[in-house]
C-alpha cells in the first residue's frame, strides 16, 4: 500500500514505515502529524485518485529530528571585470517517518441488532389480553 501526499508543498510517494526527508516542518521531534492532503491511494491494485484530493484520506507520519541539508555553493564571475562573489547555503529538513496510511478500506464493525428485553415484550402482551378479557 502506497500514498502519494502533498507535504510542505511538495509531492511524495510514501508507504508505511518509511523515512523520507522534507522541508522544516512545525513541531517538535517525537510529535505526530497528520497530512491531509492525499493526491492517490493504492491499496494491492486498487487505486484511488483524489479530485483535487482523496477524500476522508489521512497520512499518519512521527518527527525524527530536524536538520540542515548539505551546504550548496552559489560563485558568481564576470571574466576580465574583477567581480566574484561566493554565497553558501543549506536548506532546513525535517526527517519524518510514515507510521499509517488511512483512507480506502475501513473495515467497519458490525452492530449488533438491538434485542428488546423478553420482559418488556411479555408484560405489552399480558396488558393487551387482560384488556381483551375484561370488554
Do not use: W
Request: aromatic content about 6%; proline content about 2%; some cysteine.
Amino acid at each position: 500500500m502506497y500514498a502519494i501526499v502533498d507535504i510542505a508543498g511538495q509531492q511524495f510517494k510514501v508507504e508505511k514505515d518509511q523515512k523520507i526527508f522534507v522541508h522544516r516542518l512545525e513541531g517538535e521531534e517525537g510529535s505526530k502529524v497528520d497530512f491531509q492532503k492525499v493526491l492517490l491511494l493504492d491499496e494491492d491494485g486498487k487505486v484511488k485518485v483524489g479530485k483535487p484530493f482523496v477524500e476522508k484520506a489521512c497520512v499518519k507520519a512521527t518527527i525524527l529530528s530536524h536538520l540542515k541539508g548539505d551546504k550548496v555553493t552559489v560563485f558568481k564571475k564576470k571574466r576580465r571585470k574583477g567581480y566574484q562573489k561566493e554565497n553558501g547555503h543549506r536548506q532546513y529538513f525535517s526527517q519524518i517517518q510514515i507510521e499509517n496510511i488511512e483512507g480506502l478500506t475501513k473495515k467497519k464493525a458490525k452492530a449488533e441488532p438491538k434485542a428488546k428485553p423478553k420482559a418488556e415484550v411479555n408484560e405489552t402482551v399480558v396488558e393487551k389480553t387482560v384488556e381483551k378479557k375484561s370488554e
